[in-house]
C-alpha cells in the first residue's frame, strides 16, 4: 500500500463550524455547515465535498479513457444525490454523531457521438473510478488525536 505525502490535506478549524482545507499544500478551500444547521454557509458542507471529490473523479475517469482509447467526447455531467441514515438537525443534534451517508446516486450524462464500443468503455470508466473504488469498498480509517496547551 502507498501513501502520497504531496496530496495531504490539512484541515484547520475557523470560526463557528467553519474550517480551512488546504490540498496538497496548493489548494484551499472553505467548509462550512449550512445555515440551518447553525453554520455560517461560507463553504459547502463535508458530505457536498465528498459528492464533490466522486463527481470528479468521476468525469476526470471518462475524460482519461476517451483520449486513452483515442476518441473524444463534448462533455459530461454528474449529478449526485446522497440519502443518509437518520435525519439530523445539524452538529448539536446527539444524534449527528450516528449520522453517515447511506446511500449516494450518481446520475451521468455523456454528450457527444459515440458508437455503442465507446459507450461501454466509458460505462467501465465510471465503475472503475478510485473514489468510487474506494467508496463501494470498506477502508482502514485511522484515527489519532493529541492535545497541547
Given amino acids: 500500500m502507498t ?3 504531496n496530496r495531504d490535506v490539512v484541515v484547520t478549524s475557523l470560526e463557528n463550524f467553519s474550517s480551512l482545507a488546504v490540498i496538497g499544500g496548493e489548494h484551499a478551500v472553505v467548509i462550512d455547515e449550512p445555515r440551518e444547521f ?3 454557509g461560507v463553504g459547502p458542507n463535508p458530505f457536498g465535498l465528498i459528492l464533490s471529490a466522486l463527481g470528479g473523479c468521476i468525469a476526470g475517469t471518462l475524460r482519461g479513457v476517451a483520449r486513452q482509447e ?3 467526447f463534448t462533455k459530461s455531467t454528474v449529478r449526485l444525490s446522497l440519502k ?3 435525519p439530523t438537525s445539524g452538529p448539536l443534534d446527539p444524534g449527528e454523531r450516528e449520522l453517515r451517508i447511506a446511500k449516494i446516486t450518481a446520475a451521468v450524462t ?3 457521438s459515440l458508437d455503442a464500443e ?3 468503455l466509458l460505462r467501465r470508466g ?3 473510478c478510485p473514489v468510487g473504488n474506494t ?3 470498506s477502508l482502514n480509517l485511522v484515527e489519532t488525536i493529541e492535545f497541547r496547551d
Wanted: net charge negative; charged share 30%.
Fill in 135 to 137: 467508496l463501494r469498498r
Fill in 38 to 40: 447553525l453554520g455560517d
Fill in 118 to 120: 465507446q459507450q461501454q
Fill in 3 to 5: 501513501e502520497s505525502a
Fill in 126 to 128: 465510471v465503475e472503475t
Fill in 110 to 112: 455523456v454528450h457527444g
Fill in 70 to 72: 483515442g476518441f473524444d
Fill in 84 to 86: 443518509v441514515n437518520r
